[in-house]
């Protein structure tokens, strides 16, 4: 079983930016397109930006143009860089495989955009 660890986040100041890292275990992971959701406190689960295996990107109208999603395949780590972030990118985010979730979500990390 693929499990998913994410790490990365923190309290940053709004116009600030942060990386996240999604770091899953076995090899499986280099052929799945993977994803970055987030959720909000009282919120569902969204996700914000895919990447296929061959590392096509897209992202939700929200965060384009603000976040940036790569892969390492040799390191089956997904990550996500962050800026010009602002108070309601605050949540808990998470990566899995899209369009569905097949693997068994991670802890996720926290990020808190506040002064």
């Known amino acids: 079983q693929v499990q998913l660890v994410e790490s990365g986040g923190g309290l940053v100041q709004p116009g600030g930016s942060l990386r996240l890292s999604c770091a899953a275990s076995?090899?499986?992971?280099?052929?799945?397109?993977m994803g970055w959701y987030r959720q909000a406190p009282g919120k569902q689960r969204d996700l914000v930006a895919t990447?296929?295996?061959?590392?096509?990107?897209n992202y939700a109208d929200s965060v384009k143009g603000r976040f940036t999603i790569a892969r390492d395949n040799g390191k089956n780590t997904v990550y996500l860089q962050m800026s010009s972030l602002k108070p309601e990118d605050t949540a808990v985010y998470y990566c899995?495989?899209?369009?569905?979730?097949?693997?068994?979500w991670g802890k996720g990390t926290l990020v808190t955009v506040s002064s």
């Open positions: 990447i296929t295996s061959h590392s096509t990107v």
């Open positions: 076995g090899s499986i992971f280099s052929i799945r397109a």
């Open positions: 899995n495989t899209v369009p569905m979730a097949m693997f068994d």
